[in-house]
């Protein structure tokens, strides 16, 4: 016989999918629950978690539990499948130049009349040529940050980079402590490599590192994983004092910090990396997806040289080594100043969205850069972010809820705008629909 709660769930989870119960109902405390259903309080709030399990409703302290968008899918803003052409893209980062692909074609045939092509073709050292090692060294130097090119690793983009890292140098079970809203690539590679997340309660202008520290009195944290420049999605760029801070707290407790500098040319001479704090423990880690182009995976490490031999082997062991033609090219480009004069026209070109974001979101609360390539927005009282982005995907506009960002137990009701994918006009009528979508929720 079918124990009594899974009758109540499906009970339920029938009237949910159904549409019976509406999303964004808000359900019976679990006390009112007990009474109505004559079971104990223990046996409603096993109800309501394993419908939470189900995807079907969210819990959230001192507000109550409610009802999920079930038309969304479970974790909607990073397992999402693509949207459709006709669709406005507001969910994904892959911001573009119109010249881009003429420059393409014209550096592949410069590719083609290099003296020794066909060295292209064969397998190239784990960590990259030195000579492309030593460009990419001089591309990343500043006055308080000189990598060595024996400690650069060229990897397939920055998501490889951190995929390289977490296998060399962590274990299953391995506590991590992250922001409370995060990048949400590191939450999916936490999950498969069987990390546990600690979340780092956020303040307005950067993560509370108070709390961090009190985290690492009462745990064993292993490793703190930061993105100190333009952080994704608060556009968070931390202070000198707030990264050694952060340094000083890491090398008090042993940590290995993980810093991810993908959005970090969007920022014109920004404080020097938290490598420079704490350089014998901090693998920094970057990409040339955002600055150049998404399709070209090539990204990099700079590591402590203790580090280099494990983080070497997690490339072997995942990729061998990055595309010489790709990796070629991108050097190419440092050399002869094309990727300086991308990430000059992107910066420009993030100010002009956020200057249309802001013309258009009204008096909407809004949290974000100026420099930025995105925006977050906290629903007001009693919105319901799923609800708002299921309205928008009526419309043809795809956002993410907090969702896939979120390391906390309770996942705050806002939405993730990602601005640099559409154009300009396409990005000024979206933004007017998320506002109405937005004001149609607070007010219904």
Known sequence: ??????????????KIRS????????????????????????????????????????????????????????????DQPAVATDVIDLNFNYPSLPEQGEILRGALRHISTVRDIESLLRYQPHAGRMTERKIIAGYLASPEFEPEPENVIIVNGAQHGLTVTVMGLLRPGDVVAVDALTYPGFKVLAELYH????????????????????????????????????????????????????????????????????????IHRPPPPVAFYA??????????????????RVGAIVCPETYR????????????????????????????????????????????????????????????HSNSYFAWIPMPDEARADRVAKNLMNCNIS?????????????????????????????????LKVREAIEYEQYR
């Open 309 to 368: 031999p494990a983080l070497e082997r997690a490339v072997r062991a995942t990729a061998w080594n990055t595309p010489s033609v790709i990796t070629s090219l991108v050097c190419n480009w440092i050399k002869d100043g094309t990727v300086s004069r991308f990430e000059i026209l992107k910066r420009r070109d993030a100010r002009q969205r956020q200057a249309v974001l802001r013309s258009n979101l009204g008096n909407l609360r809004c949290v974000t």
């Open 195 to 266: 990390l546990e997340i600690v979340s780092i309660p956020a303040l307005v202008d950067g993560p509370d590192l108070s709390a961090l520290e009190a985290i690492c009195q009462k745990r064993d944290v292993r490793a703190i994983y930061t993105m100190p420049t333009l952080h994704n999605p608060l556009g968070w760029v931390l202070s000198r004092k707030q990264r050694k801070k952060m340094a000083d707290i890491a090398r008090a407790y042993d940590l290995i910090i993980i810093e991810d500098t993908a959005y970090s040319f969007l």
């Open 19 to 78: 549409g019976d119960i509406p999303s964004g109902t808000r359900l019976p405390t679990h006390r009112a629950l007990s009474a109505r259903e004559h079971i104990s309080l223990a046996t409603a709030t096993r109800v309501y978690s394993e419908l939470e399990a189900m995807g079907l409703v969210s819990g959230e302290t001192g507000r109550g539990t409610f009802v999920r968008e079930i038309a969304l899918p479970y974790g909607h803003g990073v």
């Open 1 to 14: 016989m079918k124990e009594r709660y899974k009758s109540i769930v499906d009970m339920f989870a029938k």
């Open 279 to 296: 350089q014998e423990r901090t693998v920094y880690v970057t990409g040339f997806s955002k600055n150049i182009a998404t399709g070209l």
């Open 399 to 431: 956002v993410s809820t907090a969702e896939p960002f979120s390391t906390s137990l309770v996942v705050p009701q806002a939405i993730r705008l990602a601005l640099g994918s559409v154009t300009t006009d396409a990005l000024y009528k979206a933004i």
